[in-house]
């Protein structure tokens, strides 16, 4: 009998040692992926939300400047467009009432992956899942999507090549390049090195109808995107730019 879910993978963050889930839903609405299906990743004992609230997130996000942080204002903010009250607090509530059986135990995953799309983080990190249930996933579908903040990572090497490297700035994107990953970079609108730094997302292209799921550009393997800033995630963007030290020292510290 075939789930709205799954879970493929059970363990413990390389970042800090805390429990994770990893669950894969079958259908999606979001309008800029596509039907791809979305695969999460979990703090496995705490919700989301208090997740956030109790830096817990480390589990799953490491060290992603995106998290709720102190920024140069002497505030908190939270930048990541993933609102985890919404679907992630969801799933994970399905989750813990046992609702979504274990991928180990579902009748044909040749069946259930053929002609789909996979995108690896629609919430968390991708990098903490076994690097062979990627790999065989991907092997079985017909495309993916992935990135990841934690390319500055040993363990997350065995994704170069498999998730784009997210970066915000043109040091990160230098860096990550020198690494061999393709890069996912968010710029500032009128960034003088954007010519430098890959292919625009399609969809910023006015008028576009392209989605993720016929796009899959961002499969780690073909080039590096750049997206310019706009949202909760542009307020970081502009935060780099001024200043690139007092980030990494809030980052690495
Ligand atoms: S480049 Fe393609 S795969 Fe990457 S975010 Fe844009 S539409 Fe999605």
Request: neutral net charge; charged residues 20%.
């Amino acid at each position: 009998m075939s789930s709205n879910g799954y879970v493929l993978q059970r363990g413990f963050s390389p970042i800090n040692g805390e429990p994770f889930v990893v669950i894969m839903t079958m259908k999606s609405s979001n309008k800029k992926t596509g039907n791809m299906i979305q695969v999460w990743i979990l703090h496995e004992d705490v919700n989301p939300v208090d997740a956030i609230k109790t830096g817990l997130d480390q589990t799953i996000c490491g060290d992603c400047p995106h998290r709720l942080r102190l920024h140069s204002d002497g505030k908190l903010h939270r930048t990541c467009y993933v609102n985890a009250g919404q679907a992630p607090l969801s799933i994970w509530r399905t989750y813990k009432k046992g609702l979504y059986p274990d991928i180990n135990n579902c009748v044909n995953l040749d069946a259930l992956l053929s002609g789909r799309h996979i995108r690896w983080g629609a919430y968390g990190d991708p990098s903490v899942i076994d690097p062979s249930i990627v790999k065989s996933f991907n092997e079985k579908s017909e495309g993916h999507t992935g990135y990841t903040h934690q390319w500055r990572h040993a363990f997350c090497d065995a994704f170069i090549g498999v998730f784009q490297a997210s970066c915000d700035s043109f040091g990160d994107y230098l860096e990550a390049s020198s690494k061999g990953w393709k890069c996912f970079s968010v710029v500032n609108k009128g960034d003088t090195n954007v010519a430098n730094i890959g292919k625009l997302c399609p969809t910023e292209v006015p008028n576009s109808q392209a989605k993720c799921q016929s796009c899959t550009l961002c499969d780690g393997s073909k080039t590096d995107i750049f997206i310019p800033a706009h949202g909760t995630g542009g307020k970081l963007v502009s935060y780099v730019s001024q200043d690139v030290h007092e980030l990494s020292e809030l980052l690495f510290n």
